[in-house]
């Protein structure tokens, strides 16, 4: 009896171990599952962005005398009178660039004035007021009736000028209207662009 019963437990001991063998056996075989690697992510660092650039405003500059279209223009910052001049559409025939200085640089409200050869004075430049070369009064200067010295107040006009005006209204008789001065030589459409807020025929 006591044989049958330790036949019986050795029976349940092997079985027991064969079960422990057989199922490391099966977990050592069996695929294990990964686990899955980290992702890592980056935070992209901020960038440095650039402050926008002011913009300048043009300057205005009034270019008078001899060049081809006296006018007021606006011109970039930092422009020099040779950029002023060009704008104007360029010096005229009769003008002398070698007395003005043609890389000063400009600022904002200021004239720019091209001389011609011959020219003996520059104008005063207008501040607010009377246009240059006009008289203290006020009152337009007639090229029919002036004297020499009335005539060589406008711009532009010198002594050499201002003979040959009286000359030509000796020469021709009157002048019919303003334009006519321009018949005078050496007084060219630049000339006369100055001169036509300034002068009268009279009556």
């Known amino acids: 009896m006591q044989q049958g019963a330790m036949q019986v437990r050795g029976i349940i ?6 079960g422990l063998i057989v199922g490391g056996v099966i977990g050592y075989l069996t695929p294990h599952s990964q686990s899955p690697a980290p992702i890592a992510v980056s935070t992209p660092r901020p960038t440095a962005t650039s402050l926008p650039t002011p913009t300048l ?4 500059v009034h270019v008078a005398g001899a060049v081809l279209r006296p006018a007021v223009y606006d011109l970039p910052p930092g422009s020099i009178v040779q950029r002023a001049i060009e ?16 890389a000063l640089e400009l ?6 004035y091209v001389p011609c050869r011959g020219e003996t004075s520059l104008p005063p430049p207008v501040s607010g007021g009377a246009p240059a070369g006009e008289g203290e009064s006020g009152a337009l200067v007639n ?20 003979q040959r005006i009286m000359e030509h209204r000796d020469a021709n008789g009157p002048f019919a209207a303003i334009e006519d001065v321009q018949n005078v030589p050496g007084i060219g459409v630049a000339t006369f662009e100055g001169l036509k807020g300034l002068i009268t025929v009279g009556p």
């Open 143 to 162: 090229i029919n009736t002036a004297p020499a010295t009335a005539l060589e107040t406008l711009p532009r006009i010198g002594p050499a000028m201002a």
């Open 13 to 18: 001991s092997l079985c027991s171990v064969l």
């Open 107 to 112: 600022c904002d409200q200021q004239q720019v």
């Open 57 to 60: 405003a043009p300057i205005r």
């Open 87 to 102: 704008a104007a559409g360029g010096p005229s025939p009769e003008a002398d660039l070698d007395r003005i200085n043609l």
